[in-house]
Every structure is written in structure tokens, then in C-alpha cells.
């Protein structure tokens, strides 16, 4: 058996290149690609909305020479629901729920933009107590774990490697039973509120967290060894969706599509919120910008989260049991519920209570955009404000919407099985590219 | 560089076309008094001032005001990491507003999105499309008078749609509006409602059934 080092890596796109004149870069206009070689029809195939490789509900119309792809139009819009104007008809706090709806396999990131989005809105960011601070950093990238290891498992999958799904999907899992212990959902967490927090840690959380995060590096290792040198995983997507680093930032792609095309840029270090700018991580970036550099960029990530994880889990201001009683929420009753016992007992506290839940937050009027690094990329909130507590307009930027637009310009050139590994490596959600 | 240095370059170039830069939360905003100049205004400040990611377009709807549209671009530097956005009001009658399809491609989605929603028409789009709502949806689902629970269409053979089951319902609160105290469920009198929920509530049988006298008053409020 020849050992790893033997492997020779193939290069698909220096073998095609004999038999079709391939472009070497996407270009904007897909009439521009030239086949004069090929005799025959073009083909028009319908790709989606229910194919297994399109994860949700995208629907690819393809022009096919042969099996090489000329022409792709994709069509978006199965899972629209209005959500932004939806967000123009209740409060702040009222849409919170809505945000677990949007990019679905990393709830938890998404309340926290969301909530940081009004919070600047409302001027009181920098106000937000340390524990809040670390908390959210805690379910931001317990969120990225799990996002990255479903799109991992996803996408090995698509191209053939099923049990790296199994092995991810255990995982998961073990994150899910964390999310439902500490805000007692598993999939819809609505855990952020404008200012704070919902609740805090239940009690052993902290350990168990701590035992997992040690745990799951062992399961990356072992999906690395089933994908990083595994033949048939890397001659699916080595020089495969290659996107180089000028077209990435035309196409305004972001998160591990864009680092992966070698732009350094992430927004917890560019602009960095929360507490992300006390914490040791380092930012993985590709240098070719094909499938394979994303995948290495999410498997590296998914370390360096469990790094941020680790920090967190030791640093966090008031400990496991938050026996010196650090507050998790601002502390303005005219922003966060006050305590029930004290709307009970006492008149000014009742007034808060029943304003925020009939009027909401008092936001000021102005506009604002906010941009947080998700799992997928940058979800951006725009809130334009009239004041009071319903937003004049919401605007969503979300990322799997962005990522998903180079398609038109990435996919003609490619052979009709590439089409599987560039959509499981640009690792999208439809429920957030719709809204 | 800052991004209210940036923001005044843009200013100097372009002069009365664009506002003084104005700060809020820390953000510089300029406004660009004439649509029609978008884009040499957003080429410039791609060429000049490196502001090479286009973040987002977004549109607003200031429904009963002139101009109604605004659109709204956020501008992005990776060489000096700021931030600036760009907004113009586009009126009512004209709608349109010249792409920027041509400086940033990113564009193309957002302004189909706007077109779909809003229904802004982008002049020189290459492919102006509806994106979310289907080919031949007959309204602008984010504008302002469109209503939130929809509104019935139908086109054969391709897709209907009808208004949502929460229109009359209880859990549509505008927060803030007069109303808010009087659609809270709990303490709902249909007597006593404005007439534009009775009418809604017209249609909800099983509402009117369980305001019926002899169920007596809900939740023992006084009738």
C-alpha cells in the first residue's frame, strides 16, 4: 500500500484542459465561455429545489454542453417569508424569535447580531455588562462549531464521504443538549434580549461545556483524517470553484468563502465587538480559493472557536455559578424586563414591565448598520428608525444571499458533479439567503 | 484615514452634490441629492477613496413623504477598513435610478431584491428580475401600503397566494399605535374595538364564537 507521502495530486483542471478550452477565471458574462470544439445541442437542466445537494430549497437552472456547464441561473426565493416586513410590525424584542428562523444551524449567532444591532441603535453597547459580553461570545462560537460541522458533514457527504456526516452529526448533537440546557430550546433559542440576556447558566453548565469542548477536537481530527489526504475528497475539490481574491471582494462574499479566496479579513478582528479583542484567536486564510482551501478554512476555524471557547469558559466574570451575582443585563429597566419579584412588589418596576411589553424599547430615531462574522459570513442588520420601539425598516444583509450571487459567474467551465462540491463548500442556508 | 476624511474627499470632489458628512453611532453618512448621479459618485469612491465591497443596498419606504424611496448603499474599504454610506431619495413617480451594477457586481442581487420588494427600477441592470417573489407576483410586498398579512393573487398555472390566516387575529400589534392596549387578547371587547378590527374580526368565526353572550365576558372583564 503506497503510504500518504506517495500521493501524487492530480491537476483536473490541467487534464480537462487537453480535451475543452477551459476560461481560466469566471467571468461576469457566462456567454463568454467558448466551446467551438463540441459538436451537439445544448442542454437545459433543472437542478432543485429538492436535490439533496442544494441543502434546502435552491433551484440551479443549468446549460449544459455535454457535461460541462455553459450557462447557470440560480433561483432563489422557496423559503421567502417576509421577514423584514414582518420586523416592521412589532418591537425589537418581539423579532428576536425570528432570527432563529433565518440562518437555522446557527441560531444563537443570529440573536446575537440581531441584539447588538439594536443595542447600537440605542447607544447602549459599550454599556453591556462583561459576563453578557462573554456569554454571547460563548453561544457565538458554540454556534460556529456547530454550523461548521454541519457544513463539513454536508459537504463530504456530497462528494461522497458519508460517514463524515455521522461523525459531525454526533457532535452536534452533544452541542444541541448544551443549547437546551441553557435556554431550554434546542433549535429556536430566542436566549438574547435587547441588553442582556435571557437567563443565565444553569448550574454544571460550565463543566459540561468545558468536557465537550475538550472532546470534539478529537472528532475534527478525525474527520481531517477521513478528508484532508483522502484522494477522492481532494481531486473532487482541489482547483475546483477556484475564486480568486479580487472577484471574492466584486462579489462582496464574506466569512469562510472569502477568507478562503486569501482576504484576510474577519469582522471579530477588523472591528471587533463583544470582547473579541481580549481574546487569543487566529484567523485562517487560503491561498487558492477553490473547495478544498474553504474546506481547510472552516476545519481550522472550528479549532480556533474552540480556543475562543476555552478563554471564555476560564475568564468569565462572576465563574460557573455566578455566586457574586454578576449582572447579565443592562442595568435600565426602561431597556431589559425588571426581576418579577420587583414588578410585584413595586410601582416603578410595574411601569417598566408593562411599558416594554405593550410600547418596547424607547430607540432613539437614526440609522444604523451593524455587521457581525457568522458562521456563514456577515449578517448585517440596516435600522432605519423613526424612534420608539418598532423599526421604521429592517433591512437583513444576509450572507448565504451574497455567496450564493457568484454562482452565475463560478459554476460555467465546471463539470456537472463540481456543481455538488462548490455548493457544499460556499456552505449556504436558504432560510437566511430568503428571509 | 478616517472615515469622515474619506467621507469630505467625497464631498470636496463632488461638491453640492452630496450633503456635509453626518455622524450617528459612529457612522458617517452622506446624502446624494441627485439619483441620477449615483453611479460616477460610487465609481469615484470605488477608483479613488478603495472603497472596493459594496456591503448592502438597502431600500426605505417613507410612505406620505416626497421623495418616497431611499436608497441606501454601504460602502466598505478592506485597504483602510472603513465604513460610509451613501443614501438619495428617488420620487415616487420616477421610481428609477441608474445601476451600480457596472462598479461592484454584488450589486446585481440587491438591486433585483429592491426591484422585487419595493419595486425601484435600477436603469442599465443587466438582468432586472424579480429574485424572492416568483416571475409576474402582481405587487411590492415591503412597501408601506402593502398590508402585513398579504394580499390574495392569483396566476394560473405558476403560483397564488392569499392574505395570512393572522389577519383579524390577536397577535398583530403594532407597537406603539393607539390601538396596542385594545388588540392585547386578554382584554379584547369586540364592542368596544375600533371598526377596522370588528371588521376583521368579522371574519374570524371562531373569535365571534367565543365572544358570544352566552360564553359571558372574556376573562371576567366588564362589558
Given at each position: 500500500?503506497?503510504?500518504m507521502?506517495?500521493i501524487e495530486f492530480k491537476d483536473p483542471p490541467a487534464r480537462l484542459a487537453?480535451?475543452?478550452?477551459l476560461p481560466d477565471e469566471p467571468s461576469?458574462?457566462?456567454?463568454?465561455?467558448?466551446?467551438?470544439?463540441?459538436?451537439?445541442?445544448?442542454?437545459?437542466?433543472?437542478?432543485?429545489?429538492?436535490?439533496?445537494s442544494?441543502h434546502?430549497?435552491?433551484?440551479?437552472?443549468?446549460?449544459?454542453?455535454?457535461?460541462?456547464?455553459?450557462?447557470?441561473?440560480?433561483?432563489?426565493?422557496?423559503?421567502?417569508?417576509?421577514?423584514?416586513?414582518?420586523?416592521?410590525?412589532?418591537?425589537?424584542?418581539?423579532?428576536?424569535?425570528?432570527?432563529?428562523?433565518?440562518?437555522?444551524?446557527?441560531?444563537?449567532?443570529?440573536?446575537?447580531?440581531?441584539?447588538?444591532?439594536?443595542?447600537?441603535?440605542?447607544?447602549?453597547?459599550?454599556?453591556?455588562?462583561?459576563?453578557?459580553?462573554?456569554?454571547?461570545?460563548?453561544?457565538?462560537?458554540?454556534?460556529r462549531v456547530?454550523a461548521h460541522l454541519l457544513g463539513l458533514g454536508a459537504f463530504a457527504m456530497d462528494v461522497g464521504a458519508?460517514?463524515v456526516?455521522?461523525?459531525t452529526?454526533?457532535?452536534?448533537?452533544?452541542?444541541?443538549?448544551?443549547?437546551?440546557?441553557?435556554?431550554?430550546?434546542?433549535?429556536?433559542?430566542?436566549?438574547?434580549?435587547?441588553?442582556?440576556?435571557?437567563?443565565?447558566?444553569?448550574?454544571?453548565?460550565?463543566?459540561?461545556?468545558?468536557?465537550?469542548?475538550?472532546?470534539?477536537?478529537?472528532?475534527f481530527d478525525?474527520s481531517e483524517k477521513l478528508l484532508t489526504r483522502n484522494r477522492i475528497f481532494v481531486d473532487r475539490t482541489r482547483d475546483v470553484g477556484i475564486i480568486s481574491r479580487e472577484t471574492a471582494i466584486d462579489y462582496g462574499l464574506t466569512g469562510p468563502n472569502l477568507r478562503g479566496a486569501g482576504v484576510d479579513y474577519d469582522l471579530r478582528k477588523a472591528?471587533?465587538?463583544?470582547?473579541?479583542?481580549?481574546?487569543?484567536f487566529d484567523v485562517p486564510v487560503g491561498s487558492v480559493g477553490d473547495c478544498y482551501d474553504r474546506y481547510l478554512v472552516r476545519m481550522e476555524e472550528m479549532r480556533q472557536s474552540v480556543r475562543?471557547?476555552?478563554?471564555?469558559?476560564?475568564?468569565?466574570?462572576?465563574?460557573?455559578?455566578?455566586?457574586?451575582?454578576?449582572?447579565?443585563?443592562?442595568?435600565?429597566?426602561?431597556?431589559?424586563?425588571?426581576?418579577?419579584?420587583?414588578?410585584?412588589?413595586?410601582?416603578?418596576?410595574?411601569?417598566?414591565?408593562?411599558?416594554?411589553?405593550?410600547?418596547?424599547?424607547?430607540?432613539?430615531?437614526?440609522?444604523?448598520?451593524?455587521?457581525?462574522e457568522n458562521p456563514k459570513g456577515e449578517?448585517?442588520?440596516?435600522?432605519?428608525?423613526?424612534?420608539?420601539?418598532?423599526?421604521?425598516?429592517?433591512?437583513?444583509?444576509?450572507p448565504s444571499?451574497v455567496n450564493l450571487s457568484i454562482l452565475?459567474a463560478l459554476l460555467p467551465g465546471h463539470m456537472?458533479s463540481d456543481v455538488v462540491a462548490i455548493l457544499g463548500s460556499l456552505d449556504f442556508v436558504?432560510?437566511?439567503?430568503?428571509? | 484615514?478616517?472615515?469622515?476624511?474619506?467621507?469630505?474627499?467625497?464631498?470636496?470632489?463632488?461638491?453640492?452634490?452630496?450633503?456635509?458628512?453626518?455622524?450617528?453611532?459612529?457612522?458617517?453618512?452622506?446624502?446624494?441629492?441627485?439619483?441620477?448621479?449615483?453611479?460616477?459618485?460610487?465609481?469615484?469612491?470605488?477608483?479613488?477613496?478603495?472603497?472596493d465591497y459594496?456591503?448592502?443596498?438597502?431600500?426605505?419606504?417613507?410612505?406620505?413623504?416626497?421623495?418616497?424611496?431611499?436608497?441606501?448603499?454601504?460602502?466598505?474599504?478592506y485597504?483602510?477598513?472603513?465604513?460610509?454610506?451613501?443614501?438619495?431619495?428617488?420620487?415616487?413617480?420616477?421610481?428609477?435610478?441608474?445601476?451600480?451594477?457596472?462598479?461592484?457586481?454584488t450589486?446585481?442581487?440587491?438591486?433585483?431584491?429592491?426591484?422585487?420588494?419595493?419595486?425601484?427600477?435600477?436603469?442599465?441592470?443587466?438582468?432586472?428580475?424579480?429574485?424572492?417573489?416568483?416571475?409576474?407576483?402582481?405587487?411590492?410586498?415591503?412597501?408601506?401600503?402593502?398590508?402585513?398579512?398579504?394580499?390574495?393573487?392569483?396566476?394560473?398555472?405558476?403560483?397564488?397566494?392569499?392574505?395570512?390566516?393572522?389577519?383579524?387575529?390577536?397577535?398583530?400589534?403594532?407597537?406603539?399605535?393607539?390601538?396596542?392596549?385594545?388588540?392585547?387578547?386578554?382584554?379584547?371587547?369586540?364592542?368596544?374595538?375600533?371598526?377596522?378590527?370588528?371588521?376583521?374580526?368579522?371574519?374570524?368565526?371562531?373569535?365571534?364564537?367565543?365572544?358570544?353572550?352566552?360564553?359571558?365576558?372574556?376573562?371576567?372583564?366588564?362589558?
Amino acid at each position: 500500500m503506497a503510504s500518504m507521502q506517495d500521493i501524487e495530486f492530480k491537476d483536473p483542471p490541467a487534464r480537462l484542459a487537453q480535451t475543452f478550452a477551459l476560461p481560466d477565471e469566471p467571468s461576469g458574462t457566462p456567454a463568454a465561455v467558448d466551446l467551438p470544439d463540441l459538436p451537439g445541442e445544448k442542454m437545459v437542466l433543472n437542478m432543485g429545489p429538492s436535490h439533496p445537494s442544494t441543502h434546502g430549497v435552491l433551484r440551479i437552472v443549468l446549460e449544459l454542453d455535454g457535461e460541462i456547464i455553459t450557462q447557470a441561473m440560480p433561483d432563489v426565493g422557496y423559503l421567502h417569508r417576509g421577514d423584514e416586513k414582518i420586523a416592521e410590525n412589532m418591537t425589537y424584542t418581539q423579532f428576536i424569535p425570528y432570527t432563529d428562523r433565518l440562518d437555522y444551524l446557527a441560531p444563537l449567532a443570529n440573536n446575537v447580531a440581531y441584539a447588538l444591532a439594536v443595542e447600537k441603535l440605542m447607544g447602549i453597547d459599550q454599556q453591556l455588562p462583561p459576563r453578557c459580553q462573554y456569554l454571547r461570545v460563548i453561544c457565538c462560537e458554540l454556534a460556529r462549531v456547530s454550523a461548521h460541522l454541519l457544513g463539513l458533514g454536508a459537504f463530504a457527504m456530497d462528494v461522497g464521504a458519508l460517514s463524515v456526516f455521522l461523525f459531525t452529526f454526533t457532535e452536534r448533537e452533544k452541542i444541541y443538549n448544551l443549547i437546551e440546557a441553557l435556554t431550554g430550546a434546542r433549535f429556536t433559542t430566542t436566549y438574547t434580549r435587547i441588553g442582556g440576556l435571557a437567563r443565565d447558566l444553569p448550574p454544571g453548565w460550565v463543566e459540561q461545556c468545558r468536557r465537550f469542548i475538550s472532546e470534539v477536537v478529537a472528532n475534527f481530527d478525525e474527520s481531517e483524517k477521513l478528508l484532508t489526504r483522502n484522494r477522492i475528497f481532494v481531486d473532487r475539490t482541489r482547483d475546483v470553484g477556484i475564486i480568486s481574491r479580487e472577484t471574492a471582494i466584486d462579489y462582496g462574499l464574506t466569512g469562510p468563502n472569502l477568507r478562503g479566496a486569501g482576504v484576510d479579513y474577519d469582522l471579530r478582528k477588523a472591528h471587533p465587538y463583544l470582547v473579541y479583542n481580549q481574546l487569543q484567536f487566529d484567523v485562517p486564510v487560503g491561498s487558492v480559493g477553490d473547495c478544498y482551501d474553504r474546506y481547510l478554512v472552516r476545519m481550522e476555524e472550528m479549532r480556533q472557536s474552540v480556543r475562543l471557547l476555552h478563554q471564555c469558559l476560564d475568564q468569565l466574570p462572576g465563574g460557573p455559578d455566578n455566586k457574586a451575582g454578576e449582572p447579565i443585563n443592562v442595568p435600565d429597566g426602561k431597556t431589559v424586563l425588571p426581576p418579577k419579584h420587583k414588578v410585584l412588589t413595586s410601582m416603578e418596576e410595574l411601569i417598566h414591565q408593562f411599558m416594554l411589553v405593550t410600547q418596547g424599547v424607547n430607540a432613539p430615531p437614526g440609522e444604523i448598520y451593524f455587521g457581525a462574522e457568522n458562521p456563514k459570513g456577515e449578517l448585517g442588520f440596516y435600522i432605519n428608525s423613526r424612534g420608539g420601539g418598532t423599526p421604521h425598516r429592517l433591512k437583513i444583509r444576509a450572507p448565504s444571499f451574497v455567496n450564493l450571487s457568484i454562482l452565475p459567474a463560478l459554476l460555467p467551465g465546471h463539470m456537472i458533479s463540481d456543481v455538488v462540491a462548490i455548493l457544499g463548500s460556499l456552505d449556504f442556508v436558504m432560510g437566511e439567503c430568503d428571509r | 484615514m478616517t472615515a469622515l476624511e474619506l467621507g469630505q474627499k467625497l464631498k470636496a470632489q463632488f461638491g453640492d452634490l452630496l450633503s456635509e458628512p453626518a455622524e450617528f453611532r459612529g457612522e458617517i453618512t452622506l446624502r446624494l441629492t441627485d439619483a441620477e448621479r449615483s453611479t460616477p459618485v460610487c465609481a469615484w469612491a470605488k477608483k479613488e477613496l478603495g472603497f472596493d465591497y459594496l456591503v448592502d443596498i438597502s431600500s426605505v419606504d417613507n410612505y406620505g413623504t416626497d421623495p418616497r424611496w431611499l436608497v441606501v448603499y454601504e460602502l466598505y474599504g478592506y485597504a483602510h477598513r472603513c465604513h460610509l454610506r451613501l443614501k438619495t431619495g428617488v420620487s415616487e413617480e420616477k421610481s428609477e435610478l441608474p445601476t451600480v451594477t457596472t462598479v461592484w457586481r454584488t450589486a446585481n442581487w440587491h438591486e433585483r431584491e429592491i426591484y422585487d420588494m419595493m419595486g425601484i427600477r435600477f436603469r442599465g441592470h443587466p438582468d432586472l428580475r424579480r429574485i424572492l417573489m416568483w416571475e409576474g407576483y402582481p405587487y411590492f410586498p415591503l412597501r408601506k401600503d402593502f398590508p402585513l398579512a398579504g394580499k390574495a393573487s392569483e396566476m394560473p398555472d405558476v403560483a397564488f397566494t392569499h392574505s395570512a390566516p393572522m389577519d383579524g387575529g390577536p397577535f398583530v400589534t403594532v407597537s406603539g399605535g393607539k390601538d396596542a392596549i385594545a388588540r392585547e387578547p386578554r382584554v379584547r371587547i369586540p364592542e368596544t374595538d375600533s371598526i377596522a378590527t370588528n371588521a376583521r374580526l368579522e371574519r374570524r368565526r371562531d373569535v365571534r364564537a367565543a365572544h358570544a353572550p352566552d360564553h359571558g365576558p372574556p376573562h371576567g372583564t366588564p362589558v
